[in-house]
């Protein structure tokens, strides 16, 4: 007997299976070199703005919006070097560690900072001025502390003895 309701069975078409995604293992090598890569850029951009900043005075708010030199303004010194060179540098080690998920990563940053430093302090302008001076306190202190930041993160690294 036949109800009217009859339905045929239809088989699916046959179906190319789809490319398999890429493991995250695959993409490992890449993350790794990239994190490398963007920290050793961003120790470079942080220690050329700190290097920059660090003659900023009071008197340059106001006359830098005139088009004058930062540093050409009167007034003390003030320390944003300090706190971008203890900020950045913690941020871009934390970076370098967390991206990579190696302990090494910490070094190429580190290292490209403190050479940077090192060269600015010795290095002479075409009017004989020190790029960092001795006389700059500010200068000094945040050498001190742009590189007192690495060595505390890393040796925070060596007793957590797990990575963040």
Do not use: C
Not at 40 to 50: D, H, N, R, Y
Not at 114 to 129: N, P, S
């Amino acid at each position: 007997m036949s109800t009217g309701h009859e339905t045929e069975v239809s088989t699916p078409p046959e179906q190319t299976p789809a490319p398999e995604p890429r493991k995250p293992a695959d993409w490992e090598p890449l993350i790794r070199a990239g994190g490398v890569v963007v920290s050793i850029l961003a120790a470079l951009i942080s220690g050329f703005l700190e290097i920059n900043l660090s003659t900023l005075r009071s008197g340059d708010l106001v006359t830098i919006w005139r088009g004058d030199a930062i540093g050409s303004g009167g007034g003390p010194l003030l320390g944003l070097s300090i706190l971008l060179a203890g900020g950045l540098n913690w941020a871009i080690a934390w970076f370098a560690v967390t991206t990579t998920r190696r302990r090494w990563a910490l070094a190429p940053p580190w290292a490209l900072w403190t050479l940077l430093m090192l060269g600015a302090a010795g290095v002479r302008t075409d009017e004989g001025d020190y790029l960092l001076g001795g006389e700059n306190w500010v200068a000094l202190v945040m050498i001190l502390v742009g590189s007192l930041t690495y060595a505390i993160f890393s040796y925070r690294l060596i007793l957590k003895r797990s990575l963040p």
